[in-house]
């Protein structure tokens, strides 16, 4: 008695056997399990390849829709991530620099609850308000310091929470994103009151650009003394 090791043995070394004997592709029976059916049918192998080649088919159609729609999202964002850099290379003082990167972050991105921390600012003319550079412990700032890329998920730090007031006990996930050059020199922070908003899996490509960029802009505010930007504007006059 044959054994259906052996006829797949003698298929894989006869590759040509189906082409040389085409009839019978539509001779041979197989048994399928319509899923609409009560009863079990029978078809030809052609027909039983036809519906796996379908099946694959919308398998592919589905992936490209997913790919078709994580393209366009990924559009929409560019698009924003652009306006936000022209805008924050339009910003002269680092006060309003930070109201603008608030501002564009809750308007253009959608993000309800921003909040941001910076240290190592006690030399700034005019100074920072308050909000931005209330005290921040030294554990915080360690913890800041280790974080090499944007970390998100539901939990974070009380001292965190309270940044955002009476409206902390109604977020449920957040996205901290480092600011830094060489050193860490402060923390962005960004709530939400949807779980999934900043899912702990995400990617975060775009959150770790929006850390570089608001870094970059804090830098250059920083070392943008008044004296420098009144000697320019009295050039350009």
């Known amino acids: 008695m044959i054994k259906p090791e052996q006829v797949m043995q003698y298929l ?3 590759p040509d056997f189906f082409a040389e004997h085409p009839t019978l592709l539509d001779s041979i029976q197989l048994s399928h399990l319509d899923e609409h059916a009560d009863n079990d049918q029978v078809i030809s192998i052609t027909q039983r390849q036809v519906m796996m080649l379908r099946k694959k088919n919308e398998l592919l159609q589905d992936k490209l ?7 366009e999202q990924n559009d929409a964002i560019g698009e924003k991530m652009h ?3 022209v805008a924050l290379l339009g910003f ?3 006060a309003e620099m930070l109201h603008g990167l608030q501002y564009h972050l809750c308007e253009d991105f959608s993000i309800p609850h921003v909040a941001l921390r ?3 600012t006690d030399d700034l003319d005019p100074p920072l308000p ?3 550079v209330d005290t921040v412990s030294d554990q915080l700032r360690i913890v800041t310091t280790g974080l090499s890329h944007p970390r998100c998920g539901t939990d974070i730090d009380d001292e965190i ?3 955002f007031g009476s409206d902390a006990q109604y977020l449920r996930s957040f996205a901290l994103i480092p600011l830094k050059k060489v050193q860490h020199f402060g923390l962005l922070v960004l709530g939400s009151p949807e779980v999934e908003r900043f899912y702990p899996d995400m990617g975060t490509l775009y959150l770790a650009r929006l850390g570089e960029l608001a870094s970059s802009s804090i830098i ?3 070392r943008q003394s008044p004296q420098t930007t009144t000697d320019t504007d009295e050039s350009t006059a």
């Open 65 to 71: 829709l997913a790919l078709i729609e994580i393209g």
């Open 220 to 222: 250059r505010l920083m």
């Open 83 to 85: 306006r936000l850099v």
């Open 118 to 120: 910076l240290w190592q």
């Open 130 to 132: 308050a909000s931005v």
């Open 92 to 94: 002269n003082s680092l």
């Open 161 to 163: 929470k309270q940044w």
């Open 12 to 14: 894989q070394d006869h």
